[in-house]
């Protein structure tokens, strides 16, 4: 009886270890900082959806300015490239 119990904590630790070994936790600087926005949102280019701060958030303010259109002014990319392909106008695959 005494012999299952260590058996099922031998399994338990090396489990423990095993997974702390293989999904370590991300660094420092993968995770959301103070004053980083969390919302989801979608990627103007190939449509995926990311946290607002890892992405890049262009805001267009030379054409109109109303707070109807305030919107749509704002593009969304995950990485630069989606954001220079965009406006290369090309479509993504
Ligand atoms: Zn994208």
């Known amino acids: 009886m005494f012999a ?6 031998l399994i338990w ?5 095993f997974y702390k070994f293989m999904y ?8 959301p900082q103070a ?6 949102r979608t ?9 607002e701060y890892r992405g890049v958030l262009e805001t267009q303010t030379q054409e109109l300015n109303t707070e109807a259109s305030q919107d749509q002014q704002q593009l969304f990319f995950c990485n630069y490239e989606h954001q220079a392909d965009f406006h290369a106008g090309k479509t993504y695959q």
């Open 13 to 17: 630790a090396s489990m423990w270890a």
């Open 43 to 51: 990627c103007n280019f190939c449509g995926h959806s990311l946290a």
């Open 24 to 31: 370590p936790r991300a660094p420092k600087s993968m995770m």
């Open 4 to 9: 299952a119990i260590i058996v099922i904590l």
């Open 35 to 40: 004053g980083d926005v969390t919302t989801p």
